[in-house]
T-cell receptor
């Protein structure tokens, strides 16, 4: 069975500081990995995804993530956080894209940004 | 980019009534649609997977008769919460997928049953 663990429930960083959100996954085959962001009462917006190739993936809003197969991790990073980045972040794993493969989400990490 | 419209954004209904939520892919044909439920400050829990023209596949523990899913076309799926009760109050999100667009999420529906 596939699963995702986001160890940090809540993280607070100062604006301008760097950010790293952790994600560990369990999947029996080659995983398709995603990071989504959700603002309160809103749907999910895709930040970035990894299917294959370069293990360092660039996304929108200055985010990047690195796939490390040996550690079963897909951590999200941003060099300098902006106050508008405050939101809930979800890591997800699936078996493919555009197929019937379902996504399994982690429990999310709530990011708070202090000014 | 791919857009999924989910309607209504929020709905309040009386206990015992039914509520229908629509999920439409506006600019692509969705091979598969997923319905999720999200409790406050929690993750998304998959309820069911639906493919156009076939019966939905429900996750374990999800009541098929309470959460009716219809996927009538490649651009429309509906979730009907039948005989709603306060414990059904939640945030429901749909996701539509295609090979070209990947997974695209709707903006969600906040259901409150009073």
């Amino acid at each position: 069975a596939q699963s995702v663990t986001q160890p940090d429930i809540h993280i607070t960083v100062s604006e301008g500081a760097s950010l790293e959100l952790r994600c560990n996954y369990s999947y029996g085959a080659t995983p398709y990995l995603f990071w989504y962001v959700q603002s309160p009462g809103q749907g999910l917006q895709l930040l970035l995804k990894y299917f294959s190739g370069d293990t360092l993936v660039q996304g929108i809003k200055g985010f990047e993530a690195e796939f490390k197969r040996s550690q079963s991790s897909f951590n999200l990073r941003k060099p300098s956080v902006h106050w508008s980045d405050a939101a809930e972040y979800f890591c997800a794993v699936g078996g493919g894209t555009g197929t019937a493969s379902k996504l399994t989400f982690g429990t999310g990490t709530r990011l708070q940004v202090t000014l | 980019g791919a857009v999924v419209s989910q309607h209504p954004s929020w709905v309040i209904c009386k206990s015992g009534t039914s509520v229908k939520i629509e999920c439409r892919s506006l600019d692509f044909q969705a091979t598969t649609m997923f319905w999720y439920r999200q409790f406050p400050k929690q993750s998304l829990m998959l309820m069911a997977t639906s493919n156009e023209g076939s019966k939905a596949t429900y996750e374990q523990g999800v009541e098929k008769d309470k959460f009716l899913i219809n996927h009538a076309s490649l651009t429309l799926s509906t979730l009907t919460v039948t005989s709603a009760h306060p414990e059904d109050s939640s945030f429901y999100i749909c996701s539509a997928t295609s090979y070209r667009t990947g997974y695209t999420f709707g903006s969600g529906t906040r259901l409150t049953v009073v």
